[in-house]
């Protein structure tokens, strides 16, 4: 039914808050972060409800995650790349600089 996009061998490595995850080059992030069985992406802002990817086409923004030090990133729309940096987001993204109160 389904069918990588790239290379289906897992090649390189990805950390999500410093746990090494295996990735597939030419995979979105969220695809790889799902395969891993990973259990939620971000914590929305009011409620603290955790939040996994919905709808992979970059329309619900429920798959944000910090990249590489930037917040609010769409995972589903992000390809991985050796080596790259992600954290969970806890609730807002943190700009570094800019207080958006």
């Not at 992030?29 to 990817?53: E, K």
């Not at 992000?78 to 207080?99: C, F, H, W, Y």
């Amino acid at each position: 039914m389904f069918e990588p996009v790239g290379s289906a061998e897992v090649t390189i490595n990805i950390y999500l808050d410093g746990r090494p995850i295996p990735a597939r080059a030419g995979e979105t992030i969220a695809a790889c972060l799902l395969r891993a069985g990973v259990t939620h992406f971000r914590t929305t802002p009011v409620s603290g409800a955790r939040r996994l990817p919905y709808c992979m086409i970059g329309h619900c923004f429920d798959c944000l995650i910090e990249i590489d030090g930037i917040g609010s990133r769409q995972a589903c729309l992000s390809q991985v790349v050796t080596g790259m940096k992600l954290r969970t987001q806890n609730g807002p993204a943190i700009i570094p600089g800019v207080d958006l109160q």
